[in-house]
């Protein structure tokens, strides 16, 4: 090798150097802006979190097979401010059932987790009050479909002690009625737009603190 | 008699239900001496844990650095696999990691009300900058995906050069892929399609676990499959790799040339020297690439007309195209219902709205298809600069953007040895290796 020819080399690498150096620092001052124009065009950082819009579920079953956990994350949820509390409850009894009686036959639930409780008989009407036993529920949505048949007062919901928040939500993917989306992370629950009249309604008595309470956990627009 | 006693109930409730449907409730009960309750839902998790997981992230990054490039230890790397693996995999449940954040950022960028917490942002960014800096660390020791296949890469089956070079495209054509659709807001392909996710959870569904098992299998014999042949993240890490500045090093000094450590790379990373190219080879070199870089627009160009035309099978992809065709393939009579056609037809809007809107959709998509294959022939041809550019080099040198600085080739260098004081000089292991 001559003399030049080592000067040559030396000048091309000199360059290469300054070409990588320059890459590196254009690498930098983009993402700085990425970060600037993204965490600055929402001025604020909100965690999101899944969850079922119950006006658009119509309780296909999807939940219970779909979620990536073996037991779903979407559980049946009863809002008690509409419901009938009546004696033959169309998400509790099978339609066609045989007997009224908590046989598995006559009733809808696969693993009996809707509970039925006497209340009070009125004029004759036998009024019950249906709750679910959240470790039993495993979010099939048959209540829900059959609740829908009268007041719809059973709805499903993303639990959030249980959902492991996937970036890409299995069931999302395979929600038929687009009922799934992404809400803000400090109100992760959805309500009926019905419901949520009646509750914002008692949650204005001063008195009643927990229908505040269920309030400040539901996203409401 | 209680039966028929519900039943005339249930005929009573009927107009009822008539009412119900037109959307009046039937009344909640008051009662003399019970409360109607309130709904209770289960608090969500507490979010500053996601504050903590960027900490970690950090905090992990750093010790990778450091292992790799000061400690040059691979056993404190192996330890810090295990330990990242436990931590974002199995603890964190794999959710969110960098690799899916691309599509966060992608679909932030595009989609304006699309928010984007700045936890996922700082996973997006945190390895990117320090690759910029030092070498695919990330790689090494904090990535779960990629702590599972460095823990499970016992044999080294060589990948021939011509398939590893055919093989290392798809990374780059899987990222403009899931960028497209990410930012369109149709899929997360890159989570879809995870193939470790079902095994730090223990559960997901029949093709995540099949991919997954595949992958993992072929971990065993193939170092590291995904992140070399699938990982879109790996790509851009891979390109910022390329100028990092203090990149790991085989040898900690002056190369002997001994090729001890030729072997010792299960990723194929290792590149031997080659000399410059005489002069007429190095005309005729550069009359090649000269004929690559005439024929770079026509690549372009062709694989944008292809993807214009297979966009139809990207567009199904798409809620909207998938249900307008579902609906029409009814009105034909050639399908059932299927719940999601009930549920449009619940919702009241017109199939020919969704006819149109399914058509502007599918021609939306045959313009991203062309999009899509116009990166698809840039990397393509960019590839093909790369194969026929020659750069001689007087050592062994890990190839930067393929090294994931796993640090198997530290202890096979005799330099090495002698700077741990384990060997007297270099010639010892060598004799040892000739023998």
């Given at each position: 090798m001559t003399p030049d020819d080592k000067s040559v080399d030396r000048k091309s690498a000199d360059r290469r150097r300054f070409l990588v150096d320059a890459a590196r620092v254009s690498g930098l001052a983009a993402f700085s802006g990425a970060i600037g124009f993204l965490a600055g065009r929402k001025g604020h950082a909100a965690e999101s979190r899944w969850q079922i819009d119950p006006d658009k579920c119509i309780g296909c079953g999807n939940c219970a097979t779909y979620c990536v956990l073996d037991e779903s994350a979407v559980k049946a949820v009863q809002c008690f401010d509409m419901c009938g509390y009546c004696d033959i409850c169309t998400g509790y009894f099978d339609t066609n059932y045989q007997e009224i009686n908590t046989a598995a036959e006559n009733l809808l639930c696969p693993t009996d987790s809707l509970v039925r409780t006497f209340v009070e008989e009125k004029a004759g009407q036998r009024f019950y009050e249906y709750t679910i036993d959240l470790p039993l529920c495993i979010g099939c949505g048959v209540c829900v479909k059959g609740c829908a048949l009268m007041n719809g007062s059973l709805y499903l919901q993303v639990m959030h002690d249980r959902c492991v928040d996937c970036n890409e939500c299995a069931i999302a993917v395979a929600c038929p009625s687009r009922a799934f989306g992404r809400i803000p992370a400090e109100t992760p629950y959805r309500m009926k737009k019905q419901a949520l009249a009646v509750v914002r309604q008692k949650a204005a008595d001063p008195e009643n603190a927990k229908a505040r309470e269920l309030l400040s956990q539901v996203y409401q627009s | 008699m209680k039966k028929v006693a519900s039943i005339i109930l249930l005929w009573l409730l009927l107009p009822g239900l008539a009412t119900v449907v037109a959307g009046e409730l039937i009344p909640v009960p008051s009662f003399s001496n019970h409360e109607v309750p309130t709904t209770e839902v289960a608090p969500g998790e507490w979010s500053a844990w996601e504050v903590v997981h960027v900490v970690f992230l950090f905090a992990a990054l750093v010790l990778a650095t450091l292992f790799a490039l000061v400690a040059r230890s691979r056993k404190y790397l192996l330890a810090l696999c295990v330990v990242s693996l436990i931590w974002f995999g199995f603890w964190r449940g794999g959710c969110i990691c960098s690799i899916g954040a691309t599509q966060n950022v992608a679909q932030g960028l595009c989609d304006r009300g699309f928010t984007i917490p700045l936890s996922v942002l700082a996973?997006?960014?945190?390895?990117?900058?320090?690759?910029?800096?030092?070498?695919?660390?990330?790689?090494?020791?904090?990535?779960?995906?990629?702590?599972?296949?460095?823990?499970?890469?016992?044999?080294?089956?060589?990948?021939?050069?011509?398939?590893?070079?055919?093989?290392g495209v798809f990374p780059f054509i899987y990222l403009g892929a899931a960028v497209l659709f990410a930012a369109t807001g149709t899929a997360y392909l890159i989570c879809r399609y995870d193939p470790f996710v079902p095994l730090f959870r223990a559960s997901g569904n029949a093709s995540m676990v099949l991919?997954?098992?595949?992958?993992?299998?072929?971990?065993?014999?193939?170092?590291?499959?995904?992140?070399?042949?699938?990982c879109p993240y790996g790509a851009i890490l891979g390109l910022l790799s390329r100028v990092s500045k203090w990149h790991v090093r085989i040898v900690p000094g002056e190369c002997i040339n001994c090729r001890l450590c030729e072997d010792a790379c299960p990723y194929g990373a290792i590149e031997a020297p080659i000399s410059a190219e005489p002069p007429e080879q190095r005309a005729r070199g550069k009359r090649h690439l000269a004929w690559i870089l005439l024929a770079t627009p026509g690549v372009i160009a062709v694989m944008a007309w292809l993807g214009t035309t297979w966009s139809g099978p990207l567009s199904r992809l798409d809620f909207e195209v998938r249900l307008a065709e579902q609906v029409k393939l009814e009105e034909m009579q050639q399908a059932e219902a299927t719940d999601a056609s009930d549920a449009f037809r619940n919702e009241g809007r017109s199939p020919s709205d969704l006819y149109a809107e399914g058509i502007k959709r599918q021609q939306q998509y045959a313009r991203l298809g062309g999009w899509l294959g116009v990166w698809i022939g840039v990397v393509l041809s960019a590839k093909l600069v790369q194969l026929s550019v020659r750069r001689g080099r007087s050592d062994y040198r890990p190839n930067q953007s393929n090294c994931v600085a796993c640090g198997r080739c530290f202890r096979s260098c005799p330099v090495e040895l002698v700077r741990l004081g384990l060997i007297e000089d270099v010639s010892e292991k060598v004799e040892e290796a000739r023998a």
């Open positions: - | 996973f997006f960014l945190l390895p990117l900058v320090f690759t910029l800096f030092f070498g695919r660390t990330f790689c090494a020791a904090v990535c779960p995906l990629g702590a599972v296949q460095e823990l499970v890469a016992v044999r080294n089956v060589r990948v021939p050069r011509w398939l590893d070079h055919t093989l991919i997954g098992v595949c992958v993992i299998v072929i971990s065993l014999f193939v170092g590291r499959p995904y992140c070399r042949y699938l």
